[in-house]
């Protein structure tokens, strides 16, 4: 009967749904969709960082949350690349940028620049508009990216 008990504890706990839960911080690489992005920059060329922000900077109308998530961690990875890197700026993304030219991503900094404009904005980003009903929205998440945007060139 103890047996049974400990093995019913152990499923519950296995199945709960916060077992499952994705990470979610007000950083730029406090989420799952920024930590797949990091993976396959691991694997990839400047022009995936170009690609990511380029997705979110020509884009019409409204910009889903996986696309902001990703052009903000890209961006990251361009100030990153001009010297003015996040303090979380992770170790992988570090060693990226060190196997490859800095000048590389440069002309991707007024792109970048761009996509994080689009991402702050209340009526486009559905990023904003989640983070914009959280308590921490201004102090957390607003001041991280409008930091971000502070050390891209305009």
């Known amino acids: 009967m103890a047996n049974t008990k400990r093995?019913?504890?152990?499923?519950?706990?296995?199945?709960?749904?916060?077992?499952?839960?994705?990470?979610?911080?007000s950083g730029p690489f406090d989420n799952d969709t920024a930590a797949d992005w990091l993976y396959e920059l691991g694997n990839s060329e400047p022009g995936y960082v170009v690609e990511t922000l380029r997705r979110v900077s020509t884009s019409h109308g409204y910009i889903q949350v996986d696309d902001c998530v990703a052009a903000i961690a890209a961006s990251e990875v361009v100030a990153g690349s001009l010297g003015k890197p996040h303090?979380?700026?992770?170790?992988?993304?570090?060693?990226?940028?060190?196997?490859?030219?800095?000048?590389t991503l440069l002309a991707a900094a007024p792109i970048a620049g761009k996509a994080i404009a689009r991402c702050l904005s209340m009526e486009d980003s559905e990023l904003r508009q989640l983070w914009a009903e959280s308590e921490s929205f201004e102090k957390k998440w607003l001041a991280e990216t409008k930091g971000l945007l502070e050390r891209l060139p305009r």
């Not at 019913?8 to 709960?16: G, T, Y």
């Not at 077992?19 to 911080?25: I, N, P, R």
């Not at 992770?90 to 196997?99: D, H, I, T, V």
Request: negative net charge.
């Open 7 to 25: 093995l019913c504890a152990i499923l519950v706990v296995m199945i709960s749904p916060d077992a499952f839960a994705g990470t979610w911080g």
């Open 87 to 103: 303090v979380s700026l992770p170790e992988s993304a570090r060693e990226w940028l060190k196997e490859r030219r800095p000048d």
